[in-house]
């Protein structure tokens, strides 16, 4: 790959706005992330971080903005091309939105069987392989309400792995969680991140994203307001809002970073 | 009361084999019904405005008007308007199936609401069309949920699909009635055939109870 192809960011959104009647939750927000990336969104509930993301693979059809997967523009309209899309960008959600009706087995392996159209053993071989990598190797025929809320987060990362996805995106992944639960989750991310996956991660887990993030961004009722390394974000912002944010943080955790 | 158990005792036979007209009758229907039941399901959870539209119109009529009244309108009314030659049984599996289509449809659409949102998100997410997703991840959880209020649509059309009776269709009603009036036994005669309901209704009931736990989703609360 030369210096410039590298460069090139694998995930692009400008001007990506949504609106709820009057109400704009989204303002204009726009990045851009390259291969390897992990960007973590940082901000007060309500600031518009899921909506953000859940724009970007158009679960919520935004009012206004572009998205570029790969250079390649997507247009939410042509179905076939969505779906294509839809599977290359890897989703992880808050609530887990595991299948309740499938085992863990089969929530990693219906999306192999279903949309790739993988043969019945092709998928199940992989599904297993998934499972195995979140370390979940025991538990594969149990069902959703059989697992712990840290079971389920690791069998939806597997379930989006699986789909080999160019970008994961994972809209507050360990809120749901007890706090014994959390650790877990964050070893799988962070082994992601090692081997190089492309994450857009929204968190209140601030010590570890600063740990694992390439780049802070601190966004506030719809807009994204400050973006730049953890550490600067952190104790040195730019921006009053951001600083606000960061010390209450800090003061929070009872540290400095 | 002995000549009037004697008289039910000689014609059980025939009254039971009304059973066999009775249950097909109620095959038919509940599979009719089925069968239109759940695209109408989905059609007004998923489907444009019209499409509601349509279905909301097909729901008021077929609940909204007797069936007794529906029965004569296609019986004597629209088979003789079309010239159709069909028997009363058949009539009798359309019309019943028409009606139970319509409380099927609510049924199968309060179950298809009761499947949490994420649901369908998550199969988005993973790159499936909404009519994959339905197929695969909404209509099963939804189905399995329905299994107890379709049960009461089953003894429902079971006791409605006595009044085929009407049309000349020869189940368990028609058949007391026959007998009871050549012998004048209406009471005992009139109890053996709602016994006979009865013991159809548990016996249906039992079974959807076994469908109901053998496909209970784990863990499963609402």
Known sequence: MSRTEAEKPILRVEGLTKR???????????LAIKRGDLKVLIGPSGGGKSTLLQCINFLVIPEEGRVWLEEREIFHHRKKELYQFRQKVGMIFQDFNLFDHLSALDNVRI????????????????????????????????????????????????RALAMDPSVMLLDEPTSALDPELISEVLAVIKDLGAHGMTMLMSTHQIAFASEV??????????????TGPPLKILSDADCDRTREFCSKITELYNTSF | MLEGLTIVAGALPYLLGGCVVTISVVLGAMALGLALGIPLAVGQVYGP??????????????????????????????????????????????????????????????GISAIPQGQL???????????????????????????????????????????????GVTDIMARAHFVASRTYQHLPLYLAAGLIFLVLTYIGLKALKILENKVRIVGYSY
């Not at chain 1, 538990?139 to 939806?156: C, F, M, N, T, W």
């Not at chain 2, 010239?83 to 009798?92: C, E, G, I, M, R």
Request: proline share 2%; aromatic share 10%.
């Open chain 1, 20 to 30: 709820y009647g009057s109400k704009e939750v989204l303002k204009r927000a726009s």
């Open chain 2, 49 to 110: 405005r019209w499409v509601r539209a349509a279905i909301g119109v097909h729901v008021w009529f077929f609940r909204g008007v007797p069936l007794l009244v529906l029965l004569f309108l296609f019986y004597f009314g629209l088979c003789a308007f079309f010239d159709l030659n069909l028997t009363a049984f058949t009539v009798a599996i359309i019309v019943l199936g028409l009606i139970s289509s319509a409380y099927q449809s609510q049924i199968f659409r309060g």
């Open chain 2, 121 to 167: 998100k998550a199969a988005r997410a993973l790159g499936m069309s909404d009519a994959k997703a339905i197929r695969s991840i909404i209509l099963p959880q939804a189905l399995r949920l329905s299994v107890p209020a379709w049960s009461n649509e089953y003894s429902i059309v079971l006791k409605d699909s006595a009044v085929a009776y009407a049309l």
């Open chain 1, 213 to 226: 993030a390439s780049e802070f961004i601190f966004m506030e009722d719809g807009q994204i307001v400050e």
């Open chain 1, 111 to 158: 999306g192999l069987v279903r949309v790739k159209r993988l043969g019945k053993a092709e998928a199940r071989a992989r599904a297993l392989q998934e499972l195995e990598r979140v370390g979940l190797k025991d538990h594969i025929h149990k069902y959703p309400a059989e697992l712990s809320g840290g079971q389920k987060q690791r069998v939806s990362i597997a």
